[in-house]
């Protein structure tokens, strides 16, 4: 039926076969992408309306205002990408949810990139399609943090990994090693990518040609180099991006190999629905894998180690370690096993099956937009978030007005719970600054009384207790202050919701203490001492 509809196609799937054919001509792949991004940030728009943006891209959003070559938590790729995208657009929430579905669309782009290497034509199409399938690259996308900014940086070092190893020439060795220090600086986890080059480097055929030449040892020089102010930073902050990190690690051994298990079915989880249409899309043809497999070439070949080192790696690592082994931290690396499926088969894919899996991409993408989308909206709006995030700008809003209406100031510093302050600064028309030093994130210092002098706020849901408890010593130390509490309520087209109650502390900037404009520079400073 494949074939016959091939050469014999029904009227309404030309238009598809018109689009299939202009892959090699350029637009046809930046169109699906475009779609992407559009229908699934119009999704995130519609689910997510009255909801708020999640706290981990308040927090990026907080690191980006504050340019630094590391931050506490986490290497600062993730702040340097949510600083650039609002300096074009606006500090809003479909704003920051079009960042998020760019970068998976980008992420796409790139993954392409490595796909043409092995194939051309609609098989190309194929791989996207089967991606845009497993959860990757819109749910877990959409919290834009560190684990997404890897989205797009791991299928970018593959390609110029892959260019460098084919070639070795001088352009592709930098590009590898530059592509691989901007993973590195997404988060360290991608430290298993790169051993994973290096791994698959040793284990193909062509090693000797390849270590032999300047390549390998100029993306190494170059990779340092770009590396080398973050690793400054490290050397002169006490390098507490690898503190926080190790926080994971010298767990109960069962339970560390309990998580590796979990590890694993989360990732097949991940691509389950793309396997199966898989199978039905190789059918009977999939008895050819083993002879498929022996017959890769030595690109694919190259590609398929990067693949297992991937896998294999952070797991041998983590039962060394003991340390937990989330799946979503993995979930950038998939696109490796979509481009061997799809590319390693001998045999031709009929296009009658790329139109058929477009269609089916396409009917959950809408089914998503038109059903899911709203019924989210409304469920979250009358349950609620695990963390209350539709409740955000309500707060925001009301401590900014208590607090111009109790100072006439604009409010320029903000504390207490890490979310709340989060999205203070965000939603806030004052936008005012994070005065808590992420170092002390989860210490509950005290303010500097400098930070005081120059008026400060802070706020906690009431049934918090280490936040109000941290209120009460910081109140004791600030003499003047006002502490007050407010009822906030999530809408949703106009419909009400949720409700909490909203306990805030708020001291008044002192006669002579600095202008709102210095809580820039204030926050700086206090990032070396308490909060």
């Known amino acids: 039926m494949a074939e016959r509809s091939d050469r014999s196609p029904a009227p309404w799937r030309r238009p598809f076969l018109r689009w ?100 051309t034509g609609h098989k190309r199409i194929l791989v996207l399609l089967l991606l845009m399938l497993t959860p990757a690259y819109q749910f877990h996308a959409q919290r834009f943090n560190a684990n997404s900014v890897l989205l797009a940086t791991w299928p970018l070092a593959t390609w110029c990994f892959l260019r460098a190893f084919e070639t070795r020439t001088v352009l592709w060795a930098v590009a590898a090693g530059c592509t691989t220090a901007l993973a590195m600086v997404g988060k360290y986890y991608s430290i298993f990518l790169v051993t994973s080059f290096a791994f698959a480097a040793l284990a193909h055929p062509a090693r000797r040609a390849y270590f032999t030449s300047a ?22 902050t006490g390098a507490s991006t690898f503190t926080y990190a190790m926080t994971h690690a010298n767990r109960d051994a069962v339970i560390s190999l309990a998580d590796n298990v979990d590890f694993l079915l989360g990732l097949a989880a991940a691509m389950s629905v793309s396997a199966v249409l898989w199978v039905f899309i190789a059918g009977r043809r999939l008895r050819q894998f083993p002879a498929d497999f022996a017959a890769m070439s030595l690109g694919l070949r190259l590609l398929f180690y990067v ?41 031709p894919i009929e296009r009658f099956y790329t139109v058929n899996l477009t269609l089916t991409t396409a009917g959950v993408a809408l089914t998503a937009v038109l059903v899911a989308a709203p019924i989210h909206a409304v469920y ?71 930070t005081l002098d120059r008026g400060w706020a802070a706020l906690c849901f009431r049934d918090q207790a280490n936040c109000g408890d941290w209120m009460d010593g910081v109140s004791a130390r600030a003499g003047d202050f006002v502490r007050r509490e407010f009822t906030v309520q999530a809408t949703l087209w106009g419909k009400p919701g949720v409700r909490r109650e909203v306990v805030v502390l708020m001291v008044p900037p002192r006669k002579g203490g600095t202008n709102p404009e210095s809580a820039a520079d204030d926050f700086s400073a206090s990032r070396r001492g308490a909060d």
């Open 20 to 119: 299939l054919d202009a892959v090699e001509t350029g637009w046809a792949v930046p169109l699906l992408l475009v779609c992407f991004v559009a229908i699934w940030t119009l999704y995130l728009v519609i689910a997510y309306a009255g909801g708020g943006l999640h706290p981990d891209t308040l927090e990026a959003w907080t690191l980006g205002r504050n340019f630094a070559w590391g931050y506490h938590k986490h290497p600062p790729l993730m702040g340097w990408v949510a600083a650039a995208w609002t300096s074009v657009f606006p500090p809003s929430d479909w704003s920051l949810q079009l960042m998020a579905m760019a970068n998976a669309g980008l992420a796409l782009f790139f993954v392409d990139l490595v796909s043409r290497q092995f194939v």
């Open 215 to 236: 390549s390998p040892w100029i993306s190494i020089v170059s990779g340092l180099a770009v590396l080398s102010p973050h690793i400054y930073w490290l050397a002169t």
């Open 307 to 347: 693949a297992i080192g991937t896998i294999v790696l952070p797991v041998l690592t983590s039962l060394a370690m003991r340390t937990d082994l989330p799946s979503l931290w993995a979930l950038q690396g998939l696109f490796l096993f979509a481009v061997l499926v799809v590319c390693g088969t001998r045999y």
């Open 380 to 450: 979250r709006n009358t349950h609620g978030y695990e963390e209350d995030r539709n409740l955000y700008a309500q707060a925001a809003n009301e401590l900014t007005r208590q607090w111009r209406e109790l100072t006439g100031e604009p409010l320029s510093a903000v504390s207490g719970d890490d979310s709340l302050a989060f999205a203070t600064a965000f939603y806030s028309p004052d936008h005012p600054y994070y005065a808590r030093p992420f170092a002390y994130q989860y210490t509950w210092g005290l303010p500097h009384k400098t």
